[in-house]
């Protein structure tokens, strides 16, 4: 339980530490919103046509009768579309993550920085190229396993009262390991620490991954706030990575991290630099 409290604590720290540090926080939303735009377009178009696609998918009912075809692909529709908003979920993140690289590497080291004791931090070496390719396999591996995940939850589902009230608790769970499993690669994958090793990392502690990235996860379903919730994510999950490897943090008051904001400029221009 002590764990569980002490991921929520990083996730609650990150967006504190993202309001001390508010002077490029607007960098932080333009890929959020980019991801954002994509998003709903897609969904939009799903419930726009998504009873279309469910009729061209299902010509075995069209010599059904009254009500059973309306029934039948009504509740395929709606399936349909409630697997389209859990794997938006699952992914918003990673396509987030990939779409704002230059600037979360950026925001990772400064946070790395700003709670470090000798004020330093990892560096990959890495040209930006081989970072995003890096970043881009690794998030279709665990896509892929995202989407295991939730075929067989969704299969689960099926189950008469384990489906409606055990599943749906699993299924948040599930996705909050993953979304954490994204956020700390941020800085993980900095110093080196590849695919498999973090998952062993992470299952050494889920209840520490699950106390960040579960509430995480539940607030992605109200519509915006992820966009909102991203940079300071970014920011908790660089701490809590620190954690995981053990590494000491030392926490700065509020006016010294204030102070701090003016040395390192969070945002394109740092990149560029």
């Known amino acids: 339980m002590h764990d569980l409290g002490a991921g929520f604590g990083y996730l609650l720290k990150g967006q504190r530490w993202m309001a001390r540090h508010g002077r490029h926080y607007g960098f932080g939303l333009i890929p959020g919103l980019i991801t954002m735009v994509l998003y709903v377009a897609a969904l939009v178009a799903l419930a726009l046509w998504g009873e279309d696609f469910v009729s061209w998918a299902t010509p075995f009912a069209d010599d059904w009768s009254s009500p059973w075809q309306g029934l039948f692909r009504g509740f395929l529709t709606a399936v349909l579309f409630v697997l389209a908003l859990l794997l938006s979920v699952l992914t918003f993140t990673a396509v ?161 991290d204030q102070a701090g904001d003016t040395d390192t400029e969070v945002g394109p221009a740092s990149v560029a630099e």
Do not use: C, H, N
């Not at 390991?177 to 690669?185: D, S």
């Not at 109200?222 to 908790?236: I, K």
């Open 96 to 256: 987030t993550l990939l779409i704002g690289q230059p600037f979360y590497e950026t925001l990772s080291e400064k946070v790395d920085r700003d709670v470090s004791p000798d004020g330093t931090a990892p560096e990959s070496g890495l040209p930006l190229w081989r970072e995003l390719w890096i970043s881009a396999r690794d998030s279709l591996r665990i896509l892929f396993r995202a989407v295991l995940w939730g075929v067989l939850l969704f299969a689960l589902g099926f189950v008469p009262f384990i489906g409606q009230t055990v599943i749906p608790v699993i299924g948040f769970f599930v996705t909050g390991f993953f979304l954490t499993e994204e956020l700390t690669a941020v800085a993980l994958q900095r110093r080196g620490i590849d695919l498999r090793a973090r998952l062993t990392l992470l299952r050494s502690r889920k209840t520490l991954i699950w106390g960040f990235g579960t509430p995480l996860g539940l607030s992605f379903l109200v519509p915006f706030v992820a966009v909102f919730l991203m940079p300071g994510a970014v920011a908790g999950a660089t701490m809590m990575a620190r954690d995981l490897l053990g590494e000491e943090t030392e926490e700065g008051d509020e006016d010294g």
